[in-house]
Each structure stands twice: as structure tokens, then as C-alpha cells.
């Protein structure tokens, strides 16, 4: 192992050095097993390279002393454009708020990196939002192949509630969320651990194993709900009138973000933190379509 380490220093050090004597290279910064230290023989040594003028290849892959390397080139006048098509919190924000600056010889871009890397509650609220939805999601799914003995995608999908538990739970609790998101929360909480170790390691019972998994989450979610939606209700508070999910999810607050937002207003409504009434949405000559549901509080 620190045969490897060694071989993949040189490697990063081989192409650092080349870039930093590049006149056209202003900044590097490294992500991934470089930063998190879980080198292993077939990591990649990931770098952001910002430019001063525009290269038509975005993504180059290359190799240096048998070491694979992917490079993303960035042009600095598109540095800002960045979180345009991502949202802070998104996968584009994490991996600049987890990267490191190797250099920087332009002092806008490395303001621009420490901006970057700051995470907002607002935004971290919103993310909990759109993590809540998931969780309704997939336990609607797992209950359903339960009931219908559809065992293999009720496993499936268990796995995948587990890990959209492990994003909310870990971002609620005030972290930055990673690929490793499920051994970050099962770290964080021992009873948490013990449910999925009984999920992913238990194979006598798979059926009890994804109930107790989903009752532990319904327990969680029950306990901290109020706080996990505070940013919904207090928007809600403001508004003072029927909201249906379709306009809540319109606001330039939510927009952006994908949320299952009636599964969300469902659950304050069973739990009586808001109430619920319907809409009538008639046509033009005053027939009714539909009525819709509508939220207040």
C-alpha cells in the first residue's frame, strides 16, 4: 500500500509541477482519493484545471506513470456559470466544497474558491426537503412489494431508502454529504448502525429486517419533523392562504429543487401540523375538472 501512495504522490506531483510552469494555467484543485486519502490501485487522480482561455475539451483522460488522471478544464469567464445547471448542496457544490486548491496565481479565483465552499441553511433546509420526498418515496415502494411478497425489489429499494435516510440525517445533522453518505450517518448513530448491519448482514429474516428499517425511520421522522420542514411551514406561515403542492414547487424559493412536495404535505397534514381543504378548477363555461388539494395553516 504505500508503495501505491508513493506511486500516485509522484504521479500528482509529476503534473502539478507541469501545470504550475503553464502560463495559461491559473488554478488547480484535486477531489476525490487524493483529498479523502482512500487510495486504492485503481483510484483516479482527479483534478480541476481553470484556464485563461478557452479549450473546446472539457474532460480530458490521460495517464502519467501508469496512473490514470481526469482532468476538468474550466475557462475562468465560466467560472460563475458553474451552479447554474447545480445548486449549492448538489453534486457540482460538493465536490468543489470537498476539493483542495493546489494553486492559485489569480487572487479572484481563489476568492471564488472560498465562496464556493460555503453551504448556506437555507439551502441546506431546502436539501432536506428534497431528501424527505425520497424517504416517502422509496417506503411507499418497499411497503408495496412487501405486501405483494415482491421480496428482491422491496431489498432493492430498501437499500435505497437507506440511503436517502443516511442524506437527510447526515445533512440535518449539519454536514456536508458524500458518496460514503451511509457510513457517515451509521457513525453518527448506533442504533442507526445496528438496522442497517441487520438490513445488508442479517439474511435469516430479509422482510423483518426492512420493516425495522422503515418503523426506526417513521420513529425518526416523527420525532424531528417539525424542524426537518421549518423552512416549508415558515414559507407557508408567510403566504396565509391555500397552497397546492404544483404552486409552492413554482416559487423561485423551491423551483429548482426536486421535491415530492405533496408527499411532504401529506405527511404534515396526517400529523395535524397543517390543514387540508380542495379546489375547485373549473373551464372556461364554469364546469368542473378537478378538485384539487390545497394546504394551509
Request: hydrophobic share 35%.
Amino acid at each position: 500500500m504505500n508503495d501505491n501512495i508513493i506511486k500516485y504522490q509522484t504521479a500528482f506531483n509529476n503534473v502539478i509541477n507541469r501545470l504550475r510552469n503553464n502560463e495559461s494555467v491559473l488554478a488547480v484543485m484535486v477531489f476525490g482519493s487524493m483529498v479523502t486519502g482512500d487510495l486504492w490501485e485503481e483510484s483516479d487522480i482527479d483534478l480541476f484545471v481553470v484556464t485563461n482561455e478557452d479549450i473546446k475539451v472539457e474532460k480530458i483522460y490521460t495517464q502519467e506513470e501508469d496512473v490514470p488522471i481526469h482532468v476538468k478544464i474550466i475557462d475562468k469567464k465560466n467560472l460563475d456559470k458553474i451552479y447554474q445547471c447545480d445548486l449549492r448542496g448538489g453534486k457540482t457544490h460538493r465536490i468543489f466544497a470537498s476539493s483542495r486548491l493546489v494553486f492559485s496565481k489569480d487572487s479572484s479565483i481563489s476568492s471564488w474558491y472560498d465562496r464556493g465552499r460555503y453551504y448556506p441553511d437555507i439551502d441546506r433546509e431546502r436539501w432536506n426537503l428534497v431528501y424527505l420526498g425520497e424517504i416517502f418515496k422509496y417506503i411507499g415502494v418497499c411497503k408495496k412489494y412487501l405486501k405483494n411478497r415482491g421480496f428482491y425489489t422491496a431489498y432493492s429499494d430498501s437499500v435505497k431508502l437507506t440511503e436517502a435516510f443516511s442524506k437527510l440525517y447526515v445533512n440535518f445533522s449539519g454536514y456536508m454529504i458524500s458518496k460514503d453518505v451511509i457510513n457517515m450517518a451509521t457513525s453518527l448513530d448506533d442504533d442507526f448502525k445496528n438496522i442497517v448491519d441487520d438490513l445488508f448482514f442479517n439474511k435469516d429474516n430479509i422482510e423483518e429486517s426492512i420493516i425495522k428499517l422503515i418503523e426506526y425511520i417513521k420513529i425518526y421522522l416523527n420525532d424531528n419533523i417539525r424542524n426537518i420542514t421549518s423552512l416549508l411551514l415558515n414559507y407557508m406561515k408567510e403566504k396565509d392562504t391555500f397552497l397546492s403542492s404544483q404552486d409552492i414547487l413554482m416559487d423561485d424559493l423551491f423551483k429548482c429543487y426536486s421535491i415530492s412536495m405533496e408527499d411532504i404535505l401529506e405527511y404534515l397534514y396526517y400529523k395535524n401540523i397543517i390543514k387540508k381543504h380542495s379546489r375547485k378548477l373549473k373551464n372556461k363555461k364554469g364546469e368542473l375538472i378537478f378538485q384539487e388539494n390545497v394546504y394551509f395553516i
